[in-house]
């Protein structure tokens, strides 16, 4: 399983006199050094304030923005959206001189949308978005090439992490953060394609950059080297892949605790390491533990699920539990139809994967419809 890299960019360019502005930056610096609780304390106490002093304007807007945020990073996408539907409406209503707020919060609600699996709902709201922040639009590029890259788009993904690419280096500079978000969203690409080689490389300079800016114990630091850890397996590098794995899972668990969807995305890759390894009761409740923590936070018919009940069931059916595997492959396959549709490359992938089961079974009619794409679920 690829690992996604999820972009919110809040909107905290405001470093005014006012206490519910200190506040706001104060939030964030919290934020940054994964003091989460103490966060949220801060961005809750200046919406309520907002909400009772009767604010419309920037501090509401802002205020019901960054929580939203705030909620995103942590993981808490239910309460994320309805914040971030309500800051739109304020912004909205400031007209021309708050466009760039707007973006702002529709770049952050579109990233949301991608990470609940709603692609159709996000891409709009990128394009809404992208005129209003020229020229410093790489984040809303990086977001794109993960939405491509979640439609199984992989063309338009690679155009798209250039492109953020290229902004980057040009308004942020080659040794930004904005350059090393974009950097591990091209390496992502090319893991995608099997550019093994090419995408170390990318991931290398990302981690450098994060390294030099924010140190190694943080959710950016983390990513990074979760995405290593899965270069390194492909190239069957087993204890490098592993050691790197259980560093990114250590800090996803400390900084963003035990049930984000960034955590099971660790788990997930830990237990590919170990499965590939042979090292089979290690790896079952480190699939079972991603799998639950993915239908908790992200629901049962979301695409980071299937591809959860996929690995799962693939580890079934290389132990003999063909009978497992396949109510597990059914699942994901009725899943991926439904939220990515037909011809996606998950879709085919799992379709592969149970044929293959289907034959190994003996029932070669099953077996023959899945691979020419016949009525797969019969």
């Given at each position: 399983m690829k690992i996604a890299l999820l972009i919110c960019c809040a909107n905290l360019a405001f470093a005014g006199q006012a206490d519910w502005q200190k506040r706001m930056l104060d939030a964030n610096r919290l934020d940054r050094e994964g003091r989460y609780s103490e966060a949220q304390k801060l961005y809750v106490a200046s919406l309520d304030e907002a909400e009772k002093s009767g604010a419309t304007g920037r501090w509401m807007a802002e205020s019901l923005?960054?929580?939203?945020?705030?909620?995103?990073?942590?993981?808490?996408?239910?309460q994320a959206e309805p914040l971030y539907r309500?800051?739109?409406?304020?912004?909205?209503?400031?007209?021309?001189?708050?466009?760039?707020?707007?973006?702002?919060?529709?770049?952050?609600?579109?990233?949301?949308?991608?990470?609940?699996?709603?692609?159709?709902?996000?891409?709009?709201?990128?394009?809404?978005?992208?005129?209003?922040?020229?020229?410093?639009?790489?984040?809303?590029?990086?977001?794109?090439?993960?939405?491509?890259?979640?439609?199984?788009?992989?063309?338009?993904?690679?155009?798209a992490a250039r492109k953020a690419l290229q902004?980057?280096?040009?308004?942020?500079?080659?040794?930004?953060?904005?350059?090393?978000?974009?950097?591990?969203?091209?390496?992502?690409?090319?893991?995608?394609?099997?550019?093994?080689?090419?995408?170390?490389?990318?991931?290398?300079?990302?981690r450098q950059i994060r390294e030099k800016l924010f140190g190694?114990?943080?959710?950016?630091?983390?990513?990074?080297?979760?995405?290593?850890?899965?270069?390194?397996?492909?190239?069957?590098?087993?204890?490098?892949?592993?050691?790197?794995?259980?560093?990114?899972?250590?800090i996803r668990e400390k900084t963003l605790g035990s049930e984000h969807p960034d955590v099971a995305v660790s788990l997930n890759n830990l237990a590919q390491i170990e499965r590939f390894q042979g090292r089979y009761i290690e790896a079952e409740p480190l699939y079972r533990r991603a799998l639950a923590i993915w239908e908790k936070k992200l629901g049962p018919e979301h695409p980071d699920v299937a591809k959860g009940l996929c690995n799962l069931a693939d580890f079934y059916h290389e132990r003999g539990r063909e009978s497992g595997a396949e109510r597990l492959y059914l699942r994901a396959i009725a899943i991926l139809e439904k939220t990515l549709g037909p011809g996606h490359p998950e879709l085919e992938r799992v379709g592969q994967n149970l044929a293959e089961l289907y034959r190994a079974q003996g029932r070669y009619t099953k077996a023959k419809r899945l691979e020419t794409g016949i009525n797969t679920l019969r």
């Open positions: 923005n960054n929580l939203a945020a705030h909620y995103f990073l942590c993981g808490n996408y239910a309500r800051a739109l409406a304020v912004w909205k209503a400031g007209g021309k001189e708050l466009e760039r707020d707007l973006a702002f919060t529709m770049n952050n609600l579109a990233a949301l949308y991608r990470a609940l699996g709603r692609y159709a709902e996000a891409e709009p709201l990128y394009a809404a978005a992208m005129p209003l922040l020229e020229p410093e639009t790489a984040g809303i590029w990086n977001n794109l090439a993960e939405l491509y890259r979640s439609e199984g788009k992989y063309e338009k993904a690679e155009s902004i980057a280096d040009q308004t942020a500079g080659p040794e930004s953060a904005t350059a090393a978000s974009a950097l591990q969203a091209l390496s992502s690409v090319c893991q995608d394609l099997k550019r093994y080689d090419e995408a170390w490389a990318l991931l290398d300079r990302s190694g114990e943080n959710r950016l630091m983390a990513s990074t080297l979760g995405n290593m850890a899965v270069v390194l397996t492909a190239r069957q590098k087993f204890a490098e892949a592993e050691s790197l794995a259980r560093r990114a899972l250590e």
